[in-house]
Nanobody, 121 residues
Framework: QVQLVESGGALVQAGGSLRLSCAASGSIFSINVMGWYRQAPGKERELVATIISGDSTIYADSVKGRFTISRDNAKNTVYLQMNSLRPEDTAVYFC???????????????WGQGTQVTVSS
């Protein structure tokens, strides 16, 4: 099992910045993919950004140029630096990790509990 602990969500004014963190712990042999999703009230969960081992990144069009995803492999931690925040960025942000517990075993997806980001206009 893998546990994910998220932090950094807050209330911020439009144009402000926040940095989310997600630390993974537990039965981890390797982490292939780390990412962030978000879900606004009444909407489906959507991909915000993901980073693959080797530091290849993918961003949603709505956050390109404003958000930056990064990871610290030594700490099994993924970060999301969010700049120029907009009211439409308001959502619960979830950390997502694909991890395997041993060599040759399949990877499984794990989710954090979510952290609230609220951007006021």
């Amino acid at each position: 099992q893998v546990q994910l602990v998220e932090s950094g969500g807050a209330l911020v004014q439009a144009g402000g910045s926040l940095r989310l963190s997600c630390a993974a712990s537990g039965s981890i042999f390797s982490i292939n993919v780390m990412g962030w999703y978000r879900q606004a009230p009444g909407k489906e969960r959507e991909l915000v950004a993901t980073i693959i081992s080797g530091d290849s990144t993918i961003y949603a069009d709505s956050v390109k140029g404003r958000f930056t995803i990064s990871r610290d492999n030594a700490k099994n931690t993924v970060y999301l630096q969010m700049n120029s925040l907009r009211p439409e960025d308001t959502a619960v942000y979830f950390c997502n990790v694909w991890s395997r517990s041993d060599v040759g075993t399949p990877s499984y997806a794990y989710w954090g509990q979510g952290t609230q980001v609220t951007v006021s206009s």
